[in-house]
Antibody, heavy 121, light 108 residues
């Protein structure tokens, strides 16, 4: 069974840092592009970042230069390092797996349960 | 950046009736279009990808159509478990991968 379990959220002050993790199982993790998607309270879905199986990284303009996506294929784990956090980064963050290992950009077929990040003083 | 626009924002439908949701892209995305269902407090769930292919475990009452800039998600006979928010997403031109703002399907 494919599982992705995200964790690491919490309350952080503006300007602070936080690292999210996503533990994956049930598939060949190293072959798949993995992504982070967020959802602010009461709002819609926003793509944040993707890392391909080769390690290429892509970011939304709103987080570029502040967030860093990475992966440890030996641990089947995805990360999102978030620095210089702002109030507008407050959201539930989901890790997501693409449906097709052959495509860097494929729909998200498996999602974590979400981890809440709150940026507030 | 491709802008995805969904309509209507809210759709009120009685159980057993048909629901038709629309999604428009600001430029062609070919058939690289997905639909997701999200219930309160839950992660999104993939419903349709490739504009018309049902994801694993999705009932046949869900169907998708369209290409280019105009797409439709149809739920042929709404069941109680189908009331949720539905998002479309393009994955043709990225970054960024963009979502629509969502359509809430509520009980009439």
């Amino acid at each position: 069974e494919i599982q992705v379990l995200d964790s690491g959220g919490g309350l952080v002050q503006p300007g602070g840092s936080l690292r999210l993790s996503c533990a994956a199982s049930g598939f060949t993790f190293s072959s798949y592009a993995m992504s982070w998607v967020r959802q602010a309270p009461g709002m819609g879905l926003e793509w944040v970042s993707t890392i391909t199986g080769r390690g290429d990284t892509y970011y939304a303009g709103s987080v570029k230069g502040r967030f860093t996506i990475s992966r440890d294929n030996s641990k089947n784990t995805l990360y999102l390092q978030m620095n210089s956090l702002r109030a507008e980064d407050t959201a539930v963050y989901y890790c997501a797996k693409g449906i097709d290992y052959r495509l860097d950009s494929s729909p998200f077929s498996s999602w974590g349960q979400g981890t809440l990040v709150t940026v507030s003083s | 950046e491709i802008v995805m626009t969904q309509s209507p924002a809210t759709l009120s439908v009685s159980p057993g009736e048909r629901a038709t949701l629309s999604c428009r892209a600001s430029q062609s995305v070919s058939t690289n279009l997905a639909w997701y269902q999200q219930k309160p407090g839950q992660a999104p769930r993939l419903v349709i990808y490739g504009a018309s292919t049902r994801a694993t475990g999705i009932p046949a009452r869900f169907s998708g159509s369209g290409s280019g800039t105009e797409f439709t998600l149809t739920i042929s006979s709404l069941q109680s478990e189908d009331f949720a928010v539905y998002y479309c997403q393009q994955y043709n031109n990225w970054p960024p991968r963009t979502f629509g703002q969502g359509t809430k399907v509520e009980i009439k």
